[in-house]
């Protein structure tokens, strides 16, 4: 998890008890993870403060960009960790479904996982130029729901993890629908996740026939490279409300795993195409009501800053909630929701696909939501907006599977060995 | 030469964290061991000679002694051999290292593909993509390392390792 490519500044002194400020910093973010960056900003903010009064200038440590992540954590790296400008998934259909072909698959991945992640070559690797470090690129693998129909497997299914029922809104193309594996790849740049992608799917061709592959991009930094909430192809700010520190953690990692589970996650990912030309009809102040947040800053209706909690109770003048009944953003909010989270992490696509011989192009959103439990958290939000939400005119899902996430894996070790015990 | 670049590297270092010159005492058997990076072996699947293959890998020598990667042992194999490339008639072809692989102090050497590598003959099972291949190595000072390799596909030209014979004469 430390920096190889830029110099660490020396420790100043008296800062000793709580180590470098640039661990202190990556602490702070590996909880605030993509959402709450007013959090993270003040937080950066008053660790500045305290450095100021030692004699030792620390120049300032890029948070999102020219990272390195490490996948022995206890966590695999790419879920909490910051959402990089570019990030591929890349699901896959075991040829044979049996348990000898996965875990061989999942044993050459690790290797692979660990070279890449360190920034050097997979073993055999054809292209070893194009391995490198400090380019925050994180690779993590999820497990599909027929994994768990293996006969030795079948009492190894985390809690929660089902596949998600159809929504009437849903108009899904079997194209960008399930997989029983993916492995997600994000790093600063597209050429990193380009090599590190196809390092992969090669490694996989021997078990595994390629499935969707879905592409998006993000933009979580501001111009001095200080990560702020990214915005989606509406512009709207997105992951404002995403949970962090304490609530994070609890949303997101599976509580009382079975052992192999220790760590892990689940993921839903849904590919949701959003009518932009219909969108840039609509007026600015309809697409704010839309929401229940204001475009420019992000902030509330009730609200002045971002990170300002949503007053769902305040009406205006005309006695009419501010926050509409049907604002995406109330709709959808742990207060309406039985205190249900989950942390999601979008990513914009754009795809331009040859219909009839002519050009067509699509935009959206590869939304991706990590729960403890799905069933528990992602499935009643997702009924609940189904049923009801302004932004339903502007969006529908094209897309959706689930993933097991299990946790990361020690140095001598190949991810998800417990579930084979 | 790397013997002297080594030490006047270690005093570079020692000035440079501004310790006074106390040379540490050099090359010690219970210092840094040597370790192994990135092994894998080519499959035999789709290969012209699947009785025969080659592992590769890269072995990293921390320490202030040369090694020499003198053998391997592999239970799949019937014979193994530490092959070097040479040329012969404007080809590169593979020989027997007689001598081992010389592994510099303080530094690495890459078994590669076109490389020097271990070749694994006789086979006594195919390899195919995905199977775990052990290996144990044998060095100069008399000591061993055991490797796990994956087996991985192969994915430059195979000429090199198409010759029938282990150590193939000059003219061949
Ligand atoms: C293309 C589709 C979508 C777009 C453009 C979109 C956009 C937004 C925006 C702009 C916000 C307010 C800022 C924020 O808190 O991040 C928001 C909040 C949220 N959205 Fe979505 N969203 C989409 C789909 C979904 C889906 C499918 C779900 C879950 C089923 C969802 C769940 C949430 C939640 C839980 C919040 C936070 C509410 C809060 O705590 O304040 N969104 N979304
Ligand atoms: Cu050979």
């Not at chain 1, 875990?103 to 690790?110: D, F, N, P, V």
């Not at chain 1, 594996?181 to 061709?205: E, F, K, P, Q, S």
Request: aromatic fraction near 6%; include cysteine; hydrophobic fraction near 40%.
């Amino acid at each position: 998890m430390t920096g190889v490519s830029e110099p660490t500044p020396e420790p100043a002194p008296g800062n000793g008890a709580d180590g470098p400020p640039r661990l202190q910093r990556r602490r702070l973010l590996g909880y605030a993870g993509v959402a709450s960056a007013g959090a993270v900003v003040g937080g950066v903010a008053g660790a500045g403060i305290a450095r100021a009064s030692t004699p030792v200038p620390v120049a300032p440590q890029p948070a999102v960009i020219r990272q390195d992540y490490s996948p022995h954590e206890t966590h695999q790296a790419g879920i909490t960790t910051p959402v990089p400008a570019v990030t591929r998934l890349l699901a896959f259909t075991l040829t044979e479904l049996a348990v000898e072909p996965l875990t061989k698959l999942l044993k050459l991945w690790s290797g692979d996982i660990q070279a890449l992640m360190a920034g050097r070559p997979i073993p055999g690797d054809p292209t070893p130029d194009l391995a490198r470090t400090g380019v925050s690129l994180t690779i993590t693998v999820g497990l599909g729901p027929r994994v768990f129909s293996l006969a030795p497997l079948r009492s190894k299914r985390p809690d929660g993890f089902v596949e998600i029922p159809a929504m009437a809104h849903d108009r899904l193309q079997e194209r960008w629908c399930g997989g029983d594996l993916v492995v997600i790849v994000a790093a600063d740049d597209a050429t990193t996740v380009d090599y590190a992608a196809r390092r992969l799917a090669r490694d996989a061709a021997t078990f595994a026939r390629p499935g969707w592959v879905q592409d998006g991009s993000w933009r979580g930094t501001d111009a001095s490279g200080e990560p702020v909430t990214g915005r989606n192809l509406f512009g709207q700010l997105d992951g404002s409300g995403n949970p962090s520190g304490d609530l994070l953690a609890q949303t997101v990692w599976a509580a009382d795993p079975q052992p192999w589970f220790a760590g892990g996650t689940t993921l839903v990912v849904r590919r949701i195409q959003m009518d932009l030309d219909f969108w840039d009809r609509t007026t600015a102040e309809r697409q704010e009501k839309v929401i229940g947040r204001r475009l420019d800053t992000g902030a509330p209706l009730t609200g002045t800053v971002e990170t300002d909690a949503l007053d769902l109770a305040a009406v205006g003048e005309s006695g009419a909630p501010v926050i509409p009944l049907d604002a995406h953003a109330r709709r959808s909010h742990p207060d309406e929701n039985s205190a249900r989270r989950m942390l999601r992490r979008g990513l914009n696509y754009t795809s331009t696909e040859v219909v009839d011989g002519r050009p067509v192009t699509t935009a959206g959103l590869v939304f991706l939501a990590f729960c403890a439990d799905l069933a528990e958290q992602f499935v009643p939000v997702q009924q609940r907006l189904d049923a009801n939400d302004a932004l339903n005119d502007w969006t529908t899902a094209i897309g959706s599977a689930v993933f097991a996430l299990p946790g990361g894996f020690a140095k001598d070790d190949w991810i998800a060995r417990a579930l084979f015990d | 030469m790397r013997r002297v670049l080594t030490v006047l590297g270690t005093v570079i270092v020692l000035a440079m964290a501004g310790c006074e010159a106390t040379p540490s005492p050099l090359a010690s058997s219970d210092g840094p061991r040597l370790s192994v990076e990135g092994p894998w072996v080519r499959t035999t699947t789709g290969a012209r000679d699947a009785t025969m293959t080659a592992a590769f890998l890269t072995i990293v020598n921390p320490g202030d002694a040369d090694v020499r990667l003198v053998g391997a042992d592999c239970a799949d194999a019937a014979m193994v051999q530490v092959h070097e490339m040479v040329m012969a008639d404007d080809k590169m072809v593979m020989q027997e290292a007689k001598d081992g692989l010389f592994v510099p102090a303080g530094s690495h050497l890459h078994l590669t593909p076109g490389g020097p590598h271990i070749m694994l003959m006789q086979l006594r099972t195919g390899f195919a993509v995905g199977d775990q291949v052990a290996l144990t190595l044998r060095f100069s000072d008399g000591s061993t390392l055991a490797v796990t390799a994956p087996v991985k596909e192969f994915v430059e030209e195979e000429d090199h390792y198409h010759s029938p014979s282990p150590t193939p004469s000059p003219s061949s």
